[in-house]
């Protein structure tokens, strides 16, 4: 009996597999490697992000990073909820654009407290007026300075801020196939809790990252003059970015006086031993005392 005859018979013929084609130069899935180079890279950037929200809201907020995957563009466009933030970022030398997402409600909600008020949440049925587009504006330019900042030289493109969307069907930031980078984070201000994303096109990010296969070598020897250094004690200091002024202006001084510091509200502070600067950090407590969380470390020159 033929194939023909036996479907004809109702037998079912064989369904022939589906093959889908593999590109190695673009994968689908991150490396152990790179997923931790990304992790690291992120929660820095959440801590500089609760930091900064703190000091533009005036009230206690942190970000928390909760996964980082590689998505298509489509996949993660349909996850997102119907009615969302979605601040589109220009990326240098890529047609994709990056993503910068949070709830509407969210976003209201920093703006108000932003202004003075208590930043209630609500769920808002419109967009953002043109002050608040241009309040939330200048929050995401501080968001990627802190982007920037903390991914370093994983992404050398500059980003730049260029238009709001409110559903995710309509900002068509990628191709529907393209890969991008997908960070997702828990954003907590005050008792408000929310989910946010940001989506960076992979292309941007994948070739600065640490080389697949490259091995420290085992077994090198080590350098007894490091072994001794690491034993002497140095002394560490938490400091504000130093202001310049006159003798003039020392000696001028009175009760009540304000020096104006050119440390921005939303930076950290800088961790210094014998005065040169080694790392940022965020002000923090260890029970009782004091401390500072290392957010990044300074790159030597």
Known sequence: MTVQESVGAGVLAPARPEVEVYDFQRPTTLAREQSRALSVAFETFARQWGTQLTAMTRTLSS?????????RYDDYAAALPDTTAMVLCDVEDHLARAVIEFPTATGLSWVGRMLGGTG??????????????????????YVIEDLKYSLGSLLPAEL???????N???????????????????V???EDRST???????????????????????GARPDPTRVQ????????????????VGPADILGLVEGDLIALPHPQHRPLNV???????????????????ACVVVDLEESK
């Open 196 to 218: 946010a994303s940001i989506a960076i096109p992979a292309d941007a990010m994948l070739p600065h990252l640490t080389p697949l296969g490259a091995i420290r070598p085992q």
């Open 168 to 186: 995710a069907q309509v900002a068509q930031a990628a191709a529907t196939a393209d890969f991008m980078l997908v960070a997702q984070f828990t």
């Open 229 to 244: 250094l690491d034993t002497v004690p140095v002394a560490v200091s938490l400091q504000l970015q130093p202001a310049i």
């Open 160 to 166: 730049s801020v260029d238009t709001i969307h409110y």
């Open 63 to 71: 970000a928390v990073l909760d996964t980082v995957t590689m998505q």
């Open 120 to 141: 209630a949440l609500e769920a808002p049925t419109r967009g953002f007026t043109a002050i608040e587009q241009t309040i939330i504006r200048r929050l995401v330019d």
């Open 272 to 290: 210094a031993v014998d005065g040169h600067v080694v790392a940022r950090a965020a002000v923090g407590a260890n029970g009782s005392r004091l």
């Open 188 to 190: 907590i201000v005050a």
